[in-house]
């Protein structure tokens, strides 16, 4: 089965802070994402990439940026942290649309 | 664009009753069909899907969805829920000919009471 593990279940960071998300998959996908999850919005995606060193934005770039310099692995960046980020971090990888996604457990962050 | 919309954003049911969570997409190309299952303070899981063939897909933990593409729906249903299918259920919808991005729903929270 494919993995895609996040580095944090839970994360607390201080306002103004710069964040690190990590994600890891380990099946060769080419496909990977970054979404938030607030109640009531569902899923929103941030930052996607479809191959190393290439970034895609999403439907609310702002405040975030990503990295990707080798293919297993997709950083999630919170340049300075804000309270409005305080959200659910969910990252996925896919291989080809018909598989779906594999999603890691997530990281809840808080930014006080 | 494609869209999804989950009619129900919360479905409360008791036990050992049939439940059906809706949902229906907008896309004017041929498409691949997913449900996820997100149970309390964890990531999305696949619960099914519908890639080609018989309309009707099953879950191994009994969820059944049916596409219906004339009404361009996928609704989830399950003849008689447990306390454990509490959870969120998210659908999405993935043109075929694209790279693999899936546009997702934004969630019914079904809540089985005793």
């Known amino acids: 089965d494919v993995k895609v593990t996040q580095s944090s279940r839970y994360l607390v960071k201080r306002t103004g802070e710069k964040v690190f998300l990590e994600c890891v998959q380990d099946m060769d996908h080419e496909n990977m994402f970054w979404y938030r999850q607030d109640p009531g919005l569902g899923l929103r995606l941030i930052y996607f990439s479809y191959d190393v060193k290439m970034k895609e934005k999403g439907d609310i770039p702002e405040g975030y940026s990503v990295s990707r310099e080798k293919k297993e692995r997709f950083s999630l960046i919170l340049e300075s942290a804000s309270t409005n980020q305080t959200s659910m971090y969910l990252c996925?990888?896919?291989?080809?649309?018909?598989?779906?996604?594999?999603f890691g457990s997530g990281t809840r962050l808080t930014v006080v | 664009a494609q869209s999804v919309t989950q009619l129900d954003s919360q479905v409360p049911v008791f036990e050992e009753a049939p439940v059906e969570l809706r949902c229906n997409y907008s896309s004017s190309v041929s498409v691949y069909l997913f449900w996820y299952v997100q149970y309390p303070n964890q990531g999305l899981q696949l619960l099914l899907k519908?890639?080609?063939?018989?309309?009707l897909v099953e879950s191994i933990n009994g969820f059944e969805a049916e596409f219906n593409k004339s009404q361009t729906s996928f609704h989830l249903r399950k003849p008689s829920v447990h306390i454990s299918d509490t959870a969120e259920y998210f659908c999405a919808v993935s043109d075929r000919g694209s790279q693999g991005n899936l546009i997702f729903g934004k969630g019914t929270k079904l809540s089985v009471k005793p």
């Open positions: 996925a990888s896919s291989l080809r649309a018909l598989y779906g996604y594999t």
């Open positions: 519908y890639l080609s063939g018989s309309t």
